[in-house]
């Protein structure tokens, strides 16, 4: 890939001046439109040592304006970074839409480094690059825009750029000894990063090599593949925008219904419950301490039909919890800031740190639950979410979350039975509404795309648990059963 950049070409003064206002003026004029648009754009910068990669983020912010761009940076990994996925840190940086997000240094500098010195497999490197296209590709379907550009120097040059800024002593500080570190691994660093440009370069976010040894060469090259780019981009979404509509999904029930065939009669006495939900706090709370002396951290799942007691397990859960060890997440419709992100974005910041434990009453699933039904996005970002929320959970759990995934299943009767509990008790009125009644209507269509998510999202890292929910002493002590016995097996 790299012998492809084109080495030689200079740009010289004159020209570079001449095109200047022209390029600086359509930036801008692009950056306006970008504002009114539902497009993101996400512009990676990599490279060699000594590329041009620093002017390259300053000229695409002195050309612009700055107030619309958000520049990431990542230095040395934190200790908050540290405790989770390697990709929370970059899902935090992505620019929110009608916004430029630049990422100078970005996923994938560490994979390239870490094999370089041998501390990554080839194996691990591949798995790596997958869940980066993977990434990238849930992103442009999310209406971000991936610019990636690779400046790339030979050999030879970068050794002289290198000593030319050492000996300059405005620009020293940017040659250090990890500098040279690395530049003696020049040929492996090359070797690993064309392999892994060449498997990451896809048509949704190809990889734009730039032989940077001229400057004005680099700069004029790089802004207008940024105009191109953007410009078709915006062209394509004025066009997607005039077609795209909403249509609510009424999914029916499969021949095998794995809901309908849960017995929904199971029970407990309540002095039997009383014990036994005793002594599986009791295991909890030990357990719970053991999570965080082993530094292992653990996610909660709680989905269910209105007033399936998801509230009520959750909270036999946290009352024997060190509250500065856990937190619960109330999913509701998400706000304007979410709207702007992809997806997922609004679950990935509430990850859990290492030895703690995240708790969402409602998640993720929401897209393929009451987005589908409703009509709150097009078939297409229901279809793809599937994959989307496997590629998700299996990131959780490679790092070493613990994931347990909660469906609390009612019958239709019991449900209105404690709606109408809710209504005559003043101080559990305000769990009812308007739109918890509108959803009893669509209850064959909610069960119906409950069991095509159990279908296509139970895997064996992270599988659903179905819990008979009539009873809430039954369901409160198979959810608290259930996490206890799950620590035991994955805690040492």
């Not at 734009?208 to 090259?221: N, Q, S």
């Not at 039997?272 to 357990?287: I, N, T, V």
């Not at 946290?318 to 974005?345: C, F, K």
Request: aromatic share 10%.
């Amino acid at each position: 890939m790299f012998e492809t950049a084109e080495i030689g070409n200079k740009i010289d003064k004159a020209t570079f001046k001449a095109q200047e206002p022209e390029l600086r003026t359509a930036l801008l004029e692009l950056q306006r439109e970008l504002a009114q648009s539902d497009l993101a754009v996400l512009i990676i910068i990599g490279g060699v040592e000594g590329a041009g990669k620093e002017e390259t983020v300053n000229l695409l912010q002195e050309w612009m304006d700055a107030r619309g761009i958000e520049v990431y940076a990542p230095w040395d990994t934190t200790d908050e970074e540290r405790e989770r996925p390697r990709l929370w840190r970059y899902w935090r940086a992505l620019p929110p839409r009608s916004k430029i997000g630049i990422m100078f240094g970005s996923w994938y500098t560490d994979p390239i480094v870490q094999r370089v010195y041998g501390n990554m497999s080839e194996a691990d490197l591949e798995r790596e690059l997958h869940q980066i296209v993977q990434l990238e590709r849930m992103l442009v379907n999310e209406g971000v825009v991936v610019l990636k550009f690779w400046m790339h120097l030979a050999k030879h040059v970068q050794e002289k750029t290198l000593k030319k800024l050492r000996k300059n002593p405005k620009t020293a500080w940017r040659v250090n000894d990890l500098t040279w570190k690395y530049f003696k691994k020049y040929d492996d660093f090359v070797h690993v990063a064309e392999e892994a440009l060449r498997r990451t370069s896809s048509g949704f976010a190809p990889w734009h090599v730039i032989e940077a040894e001229d400057r004005r060469y680099r700069e004029l090259t790089v802004v207008r593949t940024v105009l191109d780019t953007i410009s078709a981009s915006l062209a394509e979404a004025r066009q997607h925008k005039r077609s795209k509509h909403l249509v609510p999904d009424r999914p029916q029930p499969a021949e095998y219904n794995i809901i309908r065939h849960l017995d929904l009669t199971q029970s407990l006495s309540r002095a039997r419950y009383k014990k036994k939900l005793d002594a599986e706090q009791d295991k909890l709370s030990r357990l719970s301490r053991k999570l965080r002396e082993q530094r292992r951290s653990m996610l909660l799942v709680f989905e269910g039909p209105d007033a399936a007691g998801k509230g009520g397990a959750i909270r036999r859960l946290t009352g024997v919890m060190d509250a500065r060890n856990y937190q619960v997440i109330s999913v509701a419709a998400p706000t304007d800031e979410e709207l702007a992100h992809p997806y997922l974005w609004r679950f990935w910041r509430h990850l859990p740190r290492l030895g703690r434990v995240v708790i969402y009453d409602r998640s993720w699933y929401g897209r393929v639950l009451v987005e589908r039904i409703e009509g709150f996005c097009v078939p297409e970002e229901w279809q793809r979410a599937y994959a989307e929320i496997n590629q998700f959970e299996e990131q959780l759990t490679d790092f070493g979350i613990i994931v347990i995934k909660f469906w609390l299943a009612i019958g239709a009767d019991e449900q209105l039975r404690r709606f109408e509990d809710r209504k005559l008790t003043a101080y559990k009125q305000y769990k009812l509404t308007e739109e918890d009644w509108r959803n009893r209507e669509k209850w064959d269509a909610y069960e119906a795309a409950a069991c095509d998510m159990v279908e296509r999202t139970s895997t064996e890292a992270a599988p659903w648990v179905l819990v008979e929910a009539n009873d809430k002493h039954w369901a409160r002590l198979k959810v608290l059963q259930t996490v206890t016995r799950t620590l035991e097996q994955k805690l040492e």
